[in-house]
């Protein structure tokens, strides 16, 4: 007999996971993820890309607003085994404790580094070479289970949060795959996480996002990449805010103070960071007007960059 499944998901991250489950036939009996959501400018209440995939399927739903407080859905079901993705709220632990088999998580790091709500981020923000997946059983502390299976992939210098996002998402999907038939076996041996080598990856605040010139140019570049596609870096001109999709590092050095435009190219605007070394902007959106190459922007109206201005407050 079939084992049931509750799988617990919200963002894109999550879909292919629920999807590599559906297509090797596992009985997923009930879907939770979180309730839909106001977005975008008109504030229109839009559904988690989890609930999507499951109306697809004919999955049964479940949104409850606080999982601690409401979590009834779950136990007429019954579950053997419940599988979280980025679900996005903490599991009280008579929940943790209701299923035959617990409850596992797919996590977007090699725990114990960088547990919490932003690991993929942070993975690229911190200049790490490489990240991967760790699958573990889930406790009441975040993040803190022991490890059932793991595997890593490089992080290339080209890779943004929204290329690591895409590749980590196939390999969860990929690697819970693998783990299951001997995890629902009982022929697995998962390993505690090392404390010492516990490191965190906060949800990401606004003061994140500023860019501080006076910082190394590759602490800035991986800033850069590890907020783009979201929530994206920012820095002021001219007292209005400016979002920074792209950059790339420069060989060029200068002796100006940092956050001034040292050079205005065809393709790019050089900074200069603290490191003296420069930052090529490749990619960026003025206040109140839309995403632009650097090119398209130079050629438009309303344009007052100049050598020797300045980035930052």
């Not at 990929?174 to 949800?203: C, H, M, S, W």
């Not at 602490?219 to 929530?231: A, D, E, K, S, T």
């Amino acid at each position: 007999m079939k084992k049931s499944i509750v799988f617990m998901g919200t963002p894109d991250f999550a879909v292919p996971v629920l999807e590599a489950l559906i297509d090797q036939q596992y009985k997923i009996d009930l879907v939770v993820t979180q309730p839909d959501r106001p977005k975008g400018r008109k504030k229109q209440l839009t559904p988690p890309p989890v609930k999507v995939a499951a109306e697809q399927h004919g999955i049964p739903i479940f949104q409850p607003e606080k999982i601690k407080n409401d979590w009834g859905a779950i136990k007429e079901v019954n579950p053997d085994l419940i599988i979280t993705a980025a679900f996005g709220q903490i599991l009280p632990k008579e929940l943790l404790d209701f299923p035959s088999k617990g409850c596992i998580n797919v996590h977007a790091s090699l725990l114990p580094k960088l547990r919490g709500g932003a690991p993929i981020h942070y993975s690229i923000i911190e200049g790490h070479k490489e990240t991967g997946i760790s699958i573990m059983y889930m406790t009441e502390k975040l993040d803190a289970g022991d490890i059932i299976s793991q595997q890593a992939i490089p992080i290339e210098e080209k890779d943004n949060v929204g290329t690591l996002h895409d590749k980590l998402a196939k390999v969860g999907s990929e690697l819970l795959i693998r783990t299951l038939p001997d995890f629902l076996n009982g022929n697995i041996d998962a390993r505690k996480q090392e404390e010492a080598e516990v490191t965190y990856a906060p949800n990401i605040k606004r003061e994140d996002e500023r860019i501080d010139w006076s910082r190394e140019q590759e602490v800035i570049f991986n800033q850069i990449r590890g907020l783009c596609p979201w929530p994206v870096a920012f820095t002021q001109f001219e007292g209005k805010t400016m979002k920074v999709w792209q950059a790339e590092k420069s060989d060029i050095i200068s002796d100006k103070e940092p956050g001034t435009i040292h050079a205005i190219e065809a393709d790019g605007i050089l900074i200069v960071t603290g490191s003296r070394k420069t930052i090529k902007i490749t990619e960026l959106q003025p206040a109140g007007k839309k995403r632009m190459q650097v090119e398209d922007f130079l050629r438009g109206a309303g344009n007052t960059l100049t050598v020797g201005a300045k980035f930052g407050e």
